[in-house]
């Protein structure tokens, strides 16, 4: 099974994957690991990424994952994934995939981005982020109002999943 975990910048993704991980014994990947630089330099700068930029890592996502479910392997990817086409091109109409949008207010998530260290997404994109945003119908949702243990185990029940 691969779990994609999907939401806007500050919204837990990384944090909340690592905390699957463990619980899991899985591996965890996180998709801003696969931005071409020319991306990671944009986002640097303060400024949005659109479709063209994403197009590229999208594409490496998809075999990546295509590759993950030929081999049986399981995982947990935090990806944005904010809109519906990007979704689409990350296996979400295979059953082993399933999709877990962590969803916050605005005000929740800029405290959050505001406090963190050492990330190239900054604060200033927040809007554009929530701009983009196409909120899924389809998968779990969950909201990030409480605490890392109470999100993780939400996901696990939600998922019929046990910890190892």
Not at 7 to 18: D, H
Not at 68 to 88: D, F, I
Request: hydrophobic content about 40%; glycine content about 8%; aromatic content about 6%.
């Amino acid at each position: 099974m691969i779990i994609i975990l999907m939401g806007v910048s500050g919204s837990g993704k990384t944090l909340v994957g690592q905390k699957l991980e463990t619980a899991l014994g899985w591996t965890f990947y996180d998709a801003d690991n696969f931005h071409p630089a020319t991306n990671i330099a944009k986002m640097q700068q303060g400024i949005p990424l659109d479709d063209v930029d994403r197009a590229p890592w999208l594409a490496i996502l998809n075999q990546e994952i295509a590759q993950w479910l030929q081999a049986g392997h399981s995982s947990v990817l935090a990806c944005s994934a904010l809109k519906s086409r990007y979704r689409e091109q990350l296996h979400l109409s295979h059953p082993q995939v399933k999709l877990v949008y962590l969803h916050g207010s605005q005000s929740l998530i800029l405290q959050r981005l505001q406090q963190r260290q050492g990330h190239f997404m900054g604060s200033d994109l927040l809007q554009s982020q929530f701009d983009s945003l196409e909120e899924p119908t389809e998968g779990v949702r969950i909201e990030i109002d409480q605490g890392l243990d109470a999100i993780a185990t939400q996901i696990l029940t939600r998922l019929n999943l046990k910890s190892i």
